[in-house]
């Protein structure tokens, strides 16, 4: 089983980007799906969930209104619509799925997002 990031990239603040979560050799349904961030010299804070199933989202203060979290389960993936962005936005994002029985704890490897002039 594993997941695997894309589309960050470099972007001008105020722009957007759409962060992609692929899964494989699981699929989603007992799983709660989230993406965290991690800046350089900060721990990794967490941004957004969602069920495995879809439906209700939740979202961290700091971003929240600048991003939307939504899951395709047929393709199994998972995505990040951040808008609005700001320099302090800049970080590596990973996708993690968590078990709802606890049993499985699931990283990617990560994807970088910088937003600069």
């Known amino acids: 089983a594993q997941l695997v990031e894309s589309g960050g990239g470099l972007v001008q603040p105020g722009g957007s980007l759409r962060l992609s979560c692929a899964a494989s050799?699981?699929?989603?349904?007992?799983?709660?799906m989230s993406w965290y961030r991690q800046a350089p010299g900060k721990s990794r804070e967490w941004v957004a969930s969602?069920?495995?199933?879809?439906?209700?989202?939740n979202y961290a203060d700091a971003m929240n209104g600048r991003v939307t979290i939504s899951i395709d389960v047929a393709r199994n993936t998972v995505y990040l619509q951040m808008n609005s962005l700001k320099p302090e936005d800049t970080a590596v994002y990973y996708c993690?799925?968590?078990?709802?029985?606890?049993?499985?704890?699931?990283w990617g490897q990560g994807t970088q997002v910088t937003v600069s002039f």
């Open positions: 993690n799925a968590y078990e709802n029985s606890g049993k499985s704890d699931l």
């Open positions: 050799g699981f699929t989603f349904t007992n799983f709660a």
């Open positions: 969602i069920p495995g199933t879809g439906g209700s989202t």
